[in-house]
């Protein structure tokens, strides 16, 4: 048994009451001034301004006091979405992007999504394991302390179950906790061009039964877009996953508003994703059905679209959460404070609102709310401490990570110093 109190803190951070926060509570933030945060065996005990809680009993048995020196103390990013299992980066696409060909186009002539199947498939379960896990330490050196993994670069059986047994050896072997989706409708395998139809059938014959079996996934995605996955094709897999016991996720209206977000809404997905493209009704069916918008500017902006309309998501009452979607093509960042920022400058996201995005509604985007997101009594002492006076210096200080430190479960895990 060790006892933690960290002092002289700035703290910010969400409070959990059950359930994402929305509408004008996205940005309901406690700020402690001079605040500290006892923990015990890695679980948060007390939290709140020295001069309230000195006088409680269980600081008579502190084992260690750690000075914050005045340093902003958050609960630790949640990212919750992203492809960080992959084999090999798409750089020389990205500059053919630059010169004017569509990201859709580049998929469609086999490459994108496609080329990064390809290098899944032949590379070996051990250097995807080595590639994987560098990219979590990578996102872990930006502050975050719990996030989400896809497969989807498999497309047949036997490389989506290697990627999902890479995910959670990775999980098993860095301090951080990962959350698996199963992504295998990512794209349409190019030996089905001919009757996607057909693809649509393995994946919910053969796949998700073999997924499910496997046991690693807790969600199941579906990519669904114009040349891609339709509306049907959707919800046949998803309602398959659904039956098998998984969460659904959906990558939704990201190029084109096929009503992807109100099929979200219609099987009561956790969360929906991208969103750039959702209509008025989508929005409000979102809303009434308890789904997450999970929003990914670093797309945007990697892709040069127009930025998901979140300030109106937020007066509509749709709870928003931030991720960096990292991948080889579309979103290539491991870094949180990114993605914050790009929130707060170009989806006009408040620095309190997209601090909530970030932790707590993350971490309900992958039902992980239990263990992390905010600073609760009860949950994970995963922490950060930023070089600044509150949240907004992770817009305000571009381009850098104020991160200095992080803890999980009340354990140094990365410390600028060292
Ligand atoms: O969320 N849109 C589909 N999937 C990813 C991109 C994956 C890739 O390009 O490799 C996304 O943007
Ligand atoms: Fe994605």
């Not at 914050?68 to 500059?95: N, Q, S, W, Y």
């Not at 998803?238 to 977000?261: F, I, N, R, T």
Request: hydrophobic share 40%.
């Amino acid at each position: 048994m060790s006892t933690k109190l960290f002092r002289n803190a700035r703290i910010h951070t969400p409070h959990d009451n059950g359930s994402p926060l929305s509408g004008i509570s996205q940005g309901d933030i406690s700020i402690y001034e001079q605040g500290i945060l006892l923990c015990r065996d890695g679980i948060i005990k007390h939290i709140g301004d020295e001069r309230d809680l000195l006088k409680s009993a269980d600081f008579k048995q502190v084992d260690i006091e750690i000075d914050c020196e005045g340093h902003c103390l958050i609960p630790g990013f949640v990212d919750p979405h992203t492809h960080m299992c992959f084999a090999k980066t798409r750089e020389k696409e990205f500059v053919q992007r630059l010169r004017g060909t569509p990201y859709l186009e580049i998929l469609k002539q086999g490459g994108g999504i496609l080329s990064s199947v390809n290098a899944v498939r032949k590379i070996s379960e051990d250097e995807l394991y080595e590639i994987t896990l560098n990219n979590v330490m990578s996102a872990m050196r930006f502050g975050t302390t719990t996030l989400e993994i896809k497969s989807g670069y498999g497309l047949n059986t036997e490389t989506e179950l290697k990627m999902l047994r890479v995910i959670d050896k990775v999980n098993k072997n860095i301090p951080v906790d990962i959350v698996a989706t199963f992504l295998g409708a990512h794209a349409i395998d190019s030996a089905f061009n001919v009757d996607p139809e057909r693809f649509v059938t393995m994946i919910v014959e053969e796949m998700i039964p073999a997924v499910a079996e496997q046991g690693i996934a807790k969600f199941c995605d579906v990519f669904c877009e114009k040349g891609v996955f339709s509306v049907e094709q959707s919800r046949r897999i998803l309602k398959a996953a659904k039956d098998s016991g998984m969460k659904l996720k959906m990558h939704a209206d990201e190029v084109y508003d096929l009503g992807g977000g109100a099929l979200a809404a219609e099987l009561k997905a956790t969360s929906a994703d991208h969103l750039l493209t959702s209509n008025d009704e989508s929005i409000k069916a979102m809303v009434d059905a308890g789904v997450i918008a999970t929003l990914l500017p670093a797309t945007c902006y990697s892709l040069k679209k127009t930025y998901a309309r979140a300030r109106e998501m937020v007066i509509a009452g749709l709870p928003i959460a931030l991720a960096t979607d990292c991948n080889p093509g579309s979103s290539y960042t491991e870094s949180m404070p990114f993605v914050f920022g790009l929130a707060v400058m170009n989806m006009r996201l408040m620095p309190e609102e997209a601090l909530t995005a970030a932790t707590l509604n993350a971490a309900y985007a992958i039902n992980m709310a239990d263990k992390a997101g905010s600073l609760d009594i009860g949950k994970q002492a995963d922490f950060l401490l930023l070089q600044g006076e509150s949240p907004a210096v992770l817009a305000y200080h571009a381009g850098v990570s104020p991160v200095t430190a992080i803890y999980k479960k009340g354990e140094i895990i990365w410390n600028l110093k060292t």
